[in-house]
């Protein structure tokens, strides 16, 4: 597999990079959120003003102008590909398996305060290990599975208030 990004700039225009490409690029690093760029004989400082890493968003200035980013590697990419991903704005009560699998491990239980990006379960499809994590902050209001239950795609495994 190539190793692809795509990047998504204020929600409007995107781009598609490979690993190459990205190397290829003449920066310097000048603090560790400071770089400066030559690209096709232009000089840009760039500057990451914020960035979230569990939803690869990053909130970067250039030059004097401000972009709002998002970085999608080649799994994000394969996984919206099959359909699996969910949309942001989609409040999530309801923790469904993306895939057929067996549950190997449940990190939470009932009652249970979660924030974003927390680790709920582990679910083994197509013999990888998947770690499922809450989508937001919330309260464990139900679990519907147990270690060692196999599961069907879209089989409700943990609800959330």
């Given at each position: 597999?190539?190793?692809?990004?795509?990047?998504?700039?204020?929600?409007?225009?995107?781009?598609?990079?490979?690993?190459?490409?990205?190397?290829?690029?003449?920066?310097?690093?000048?603090?560790?959120?400071?770089?400066?760029?030559?690209?096709?004989?232009?000089?840009?400082?760039?500057?990451?003003?914020?960035?979230?890493?569990?939803?690869?968003?990053?909130?970067?200035k250039i030059n004097s102008n401000i972009y709002e980013v998002n970085?999608?590697?080649?799994?994000?990419?394969?996984?919206?590909?099959?359909?699996?991903?969910?949309?942001?704005?989609?409040?999530?009560?309801?923790?469904?398996?993306?895939?057929?699998?067996?549950?190997?491990?449940?990190?939470?239980?009932?009652?249970?305060?979660?924030?974003?990006?927390?680790?709920?379960?582990?679910?083994?499809?197509?013999?990888?290990?998947?770690?499922?994590?809450?989508?937001?902050?919330?309260?464990?209001?139900?679990?519907?599975?147990?270690?060692?239950?196999?599961?069907?795609?879209?089989?409700?495994?943990?609800?959330?208030?």
């Open positions: 597999m190539e190793n692809k990004y795509k990047v998504k700039v204020n929600d409007t225009f995107e781009y598609e990079f490979n690993k190459e490409e990205i190397t290829n690029i003449d920066s310097q690093q000048l603090s560790a959120s400071s770089f400066h760029i030559l690209q096709n004989d232009r000089s840009f400082k760039l500057e990451i003003l914020s960035s979230n890493f569990l939803k690869k968003t990053y909130s970067v970085i999608s590697n080649e799994l994000d990419l394969l996984i919206e590909e099959m359909g699996l991903s969910l949309g942001s704005a989609q409040v999530m009560n309801d923790i469904k398996a993306p895939m057929p699998g067996l549950i190997l491990d449940v990190l939470v239980k009932e009652g249970d305060s979660v924030k974003e990006g927390d680790y709920l379960l582990v679910l083994e499809a197509m013999k990888m290990e998947n770690t499922l994590t809450a989508p937001g902050d919330g309260v464990i209001k139900a679990i519907h599975v147990e270690k060692g239950q196999t599961v069907e795609k879209n089989q409700l495994l943990i609800e959330l208030e």
